[in-house]
């Protein structure tokens, strides 16, 4: 019987009244069998009986008492404070006699547990909290008796060990378990609002608990009082919630608990009223003007973020009052001296650097959420902000020239390039004295700025991508739009056109090759670049800028002690050009470009034969330097040879011994 019960093969889904017809009749039976002699037929008795109590049978609720009261007896019988005792089939009979009075509490509506009945289980329950095995029967019972909303002295010292456990127990199970029993209480019981709040306020006090399974835990309860809370409710107490948690995600260490807490003000705002909402974001806004707290600006920073990822496109009211802001706040002058005038050594550079990467991620937040590029009513103050931006493309630290530069990105990917040379409001022609050349300056100095960014001496994959999209866009419209410089404005000092753009990039290739052949991260991507270019130059054009974008692909292809991936990639370039510009045209320029470069190797060589004779020493002093340099090659070789045999011994010792 056990056995179809638990396949549900004694139930018909479709025919209730027939089921309890079929069942009824053993009510009666497992009573009788529950005073037996054999342990073994007593818990599967049980286990029958756990099944049947989720039925509405009438015998059920006729002999509810009676049932209650064998189980009572049974736990006193077989229950002992020795774990010696209590294990084998004694501790199966507790466990599952656990579970039926729960289903008994549960499921039948008429059984009431007096008050002895009452301490007696939540003793049992106080004491089970601890013991590993017995932990999951104690949170159901407990769960069973919220469930039925009964109250005494004793639960609620019960509840308040559960909600200990609930940051403090070891195990994330019994965290959960706790957290679960907690929120029942919290939304079952019509609790006094002195002691709601204190409930409340316990959570968010563990938001600074020494370890971080309890912080979390913290958090996760928050996050779901959010879900879960009526609206009303969560409005009367947002704000004891949101100041806490924006300090926690700014001060907390671990990234879980910072994601957590990000994700838990989130729910929070989704789930309040636009009321309270526009209350929370006045708080937030104006704790941009605490210049004498710079960490409540980068904590406001955070909160407009989160603000901009909840509310998406309906952030549009709030936009202009928070452009305003980044506007004062991402100025450089003014950041400059608030980083000066921090002479007390309570808050570093880093922090400032910090802070600064968050008001520009904002800024970006802004534009690609909520999408007020094409809004006239905000191009003012984005393109003051794209000036200010400019001047960070070029910083120290390596996330502001990144989230710089993905700006500019942005800007180019949300822009037609003749809307941005033409529109009289675009950023190119922002600000401009001059219209006919204010533009070509613009895009001559981000050009500029992103080269140098190429220059940085630690350059990441994902920047170098950002530089190379931004500079293929540049690049296409210097290909249909370029500017020749006739000698009449001083500040044109070269023509600015694709060639240029394209010289100035193949430069940073070549000192990458010469001075750090060993690092390809930069020819990596400006050979990609020069693909994107020549598909965008077309066979028409392409042709007259092959000579300078053939002779460093040829150079990569021809060397012998080079990067694979690398070379690889050279030779789809070329093959790309050939086929733009068709084989006799590449065979033509491809030869040229080789005479060219073999005769500048013989010139070199003819030029130190002549040293040799005009300055002998000189030319002494360079083969020396030459033979030293090989030597110091060789040595590093040797030693890098030897470290690696040394570190496949450890291994294989480390192997040997595990």
Known sequence: MNSLMKQNRLIDVNNETKTVQLLDPYIPIFVDYLDGKYLKVTIITLRCLSGFLKHPLPSVDQNCKLIAAKLFNLLRTYSSSSSDIERGENLELLMI??????????????????????????????????????????????????????????????????????????????????????????????????????????????????????????????????????MAK????????????????????????????????????????????????????????????????????????????????????????VLQVLKNEINAENFNKTVEANTDGTLGEKFYDQYLFNLLSLFIKILTDVKILDNKKYVELVNDLFDQVKSYLNHEHLWIRLVSCQLFGVLFNNSSIESLLNDKSSYFNHKITDRTIGSYLKIRDLIDDFGEQLKAPVLENDLAEQIVKNLAFMSKILIHHELKNDGQSELLKHDINIEWLIRKIAKEAKYELVNKPKETIKRTFIFKLFAAISVELGKDKLGNYAHCIIPLLQRETEIDQNDENLKHLAKEVLDLIKMTIGVENFSFVYSKTNKKRVEHKEERKRKLAQLAVIDPQMAATKKIRKQQRKKDAKKRKITSEKNKIKGAKKQKTNALND
Request: hydrophobic share 40%; proline share 1%; glycine share 2%.
């Open 234 to 321: 969560l409005n009367e107490h947002a704000a004891l919630f949101y100041l806490p948690l924006a300090i926690q995600l700014h001060n907390d260490d671990s990234g879980k608990c910072k994601k957590l807490t990000w994700l838990a003000i989130k729910s929070l705002i989704e789930k309040i009223s636009e009321e309270k909402k526009d209350h929370l974001f006045g708080i937030t806004i104006s704790l941009f003007k605490s210049d004498q707290k710079p960490m409540h600006k980068r904590i406001a920073a955070l909160l407009v973020k989160i603000y901009v990822e909840s509310e998406q496109e309906r952030f549009e009211k709030r936009v202009q009052t």
């Open 97 to 230: 006699c656990y579970k039926v009075i729960a289903n008994l509490i549960r499921d039948v509506k008429q059984f009431n547990l007096d008050e002895d009945q009452l301490q007696v289980l939540l003793h049992y329950a106080e004491r089970n909290l601890y013991d590993n095995q017995k932990q999951s029967s104690a949170f159901n019972l407990l769960k069973a008796i919220l469930s039925r909303r009964l109250t005494c002295e004793e639960l609620t010292d019960v509840l308040a060990k559960v909600m200990k456990l609930s940051i403090q127990a070891d195990s994330a199970n019994v965290r959960l378990q706790s957290r679960q029993t907690m929120l029942q209480y919290l939304m079952e019981y019509s609790l006094a609002e002195k002691k709601f709040v204190k409930l409340l306020e316990f959570y968010v006090m563990q938001l600074k608990y020494e370890y971080e399974n309890g912080r979390e835990s913290a958090i996760e309860m928050l996050a779901t009082m959010f879900s879960s809370f009526p």
